[in-house]
Every structure is written in C-alpha cells, then in structure tokens.
C-alpha cells in the first residue's frame, strides 16, 4: 500500500515568510509524528499526535511552530515568520500506535530553505 | 534525558566486506527499545533493524547484525558482505518502553561503500 508522502518536496522561502508542510499518513496509523532533521545533524522530535487527541507539542523550538491534524489523518506543520535556522529537511512519520513497539514508517521529508 | 552518540562522523568499507558502526546511549530506564535506521539519498528512514532490551540475544536481519551490551549502553551495527546498496546515512536510535513519545536519534554515520 500507499507509505507516508509528504508535500512539497521542496521549498524555498524568503525570511519573514509563513510556510506549511504537509503529512498524509499510512491509512489507518492513529499515531504521528514531526521530525526536523538540520545539516549534519540527527532527527530532533517537535511535535506527535495519536488519533485526536491534543498533540505533544514538547519539542517544538519555539511559538512559530505549530502544527494540526484534521479528522486524525492528515497533518499540517506551520512555521511562521520563517528565520534562516529554519532551513533544515522536516520529516513525518506514522505507525498504527504509539506504543514503542510499534515500527514508525517515515515520509521523504520536505527540504526547507529560507533566504 | 536520554542522548545517542555516534562517534563515528564518516566511515568507508570495501564492498563485500564486513563494516561495524558504532552507538552509544545514555538512560536511567530499564526497558527500552533500540533502532538503526539507514537514509539514503531519498532522505526517507528506512528501518533496518531494531533491539528489545530486555532481550539478551542480538538481533539479527539477513547481513545486518547488533552488538548490544546494556550494561556498556552500546549498541553497534554490523554490516556484512557490504553492497553497494548499503551506501547510506545510519542512524542509531533510542525509544523508552514507558511512555508514548519521540525517539532520540544520533548525530548518523555516512557510510561509504567502494567497489
């Protein structure tokens, strides 16, 4: 079947610029997850949902991320104001709970590139 | 909190030889899972090969192996009859059993492969 698919691929904006990056998740994974992966850096955690509920926000940097699921499927990472140090690939990740046992399926990532 | 740390920024194996790829973590918890993922240039996380640690046998899937010393809080990978195809990012990651969160990846290790 269908795995994570992410949208744009790509993108480039100028600073001061909102963006959004999309997620649609593997059909039937309740759970999902942000990831920011920066310049030779590992993934760092931002944000999770499981189905509807309130999200885990823990790990977003800063109040100009936010993020939404609709209808606990697809999801939205909006990043305002953008800032050089925004640049980075954003990853979204799903699985059909959040117990850790259970595997999390990874899209391609959408580079993000602020001017 | 927990952190992962791979040591090892680049490492190159001959193809159809044998590479190991370093991992260490630091955790208070017992009960935990471990994971080494690849990304090629895809950018998308592929899940290579994962460790309960309450297991005290070494996972193993076809050429890829763990060595995981809890005691030590190591966990390395090994590579064998490396491919070409094998040529990738590896990142080594931590998830806690207790609670429903994010995983804690390294920094990665850039694995060449040379024909």
């Known amino acids: 079947g269908a795995g994570v698919s992410q949208s744009p691929s790509n993108k480039v904006t100028e600073k001061g610029k909102d963006v959004e990056l999309r997620c649609d998740p593997i059909?039937?994974?309740?759970?999902l997850y942000w990831y920011r992966q920066s310049l030779g850096q590992g993934l760092e955690f931002l944000i999770y949902f499981q189905g509807n509920s309130a999200p885990d926000k823990s790990g977003l940097p800063s109040d100009r991320f936010s993020a939404e699921r609709t209808g606990g499927s697809v999801s939205t990472l909006t990043i305002q104001r953008t800032q050089q140090e925004d640049s980075a690939v954003y990853l979204c990740?799903?699985?059909?709970?959040?117990?850790?046992?259970?595997?999390?399926?990874f899209g391609p990532g959408t580079r993000l590139t602020v001017t | 909190a927990q952190t992962v740390t791979q040591s090892q920024p680049e490492m190159s194996v001959q193809e159809a030889e044998t590479v190991t790829l370093s991992c260490t973590y630091d955790t208070s918890e017992s009960d935990y899972y471990l994971f080494w993922y690849k990304q090629p240039p895809s950018r998308q996380m592929i899940l290579v090969i994962r460790?309960?640690?309450?297991?005290?046998q070494n996972a193993t899937e076809n050429r890829f192996s763990v060595n995981f010393q809890k005691a030590a809080k190591s966990f390395s990978l090994k590579i064998s009859d490396s491919q070409l195809g094998d040529a990738a990012m590896y990142f080594c990651a931590y998830r806690t059993a207790y609670y429903n969160n994010d995983m804690r990846f390294g920094a990665g290790t850039r694995l060449t492969v040379k024909p």
């Open positions: 059909s039937g994974h309740t759970a």
């Open positions: 990740a799903s699985s059909s709970g959040t117990a850790s046992t259970y595997e999390q399926y």
């Open positions: 460790q309960e640690a309450y297991k005290q």
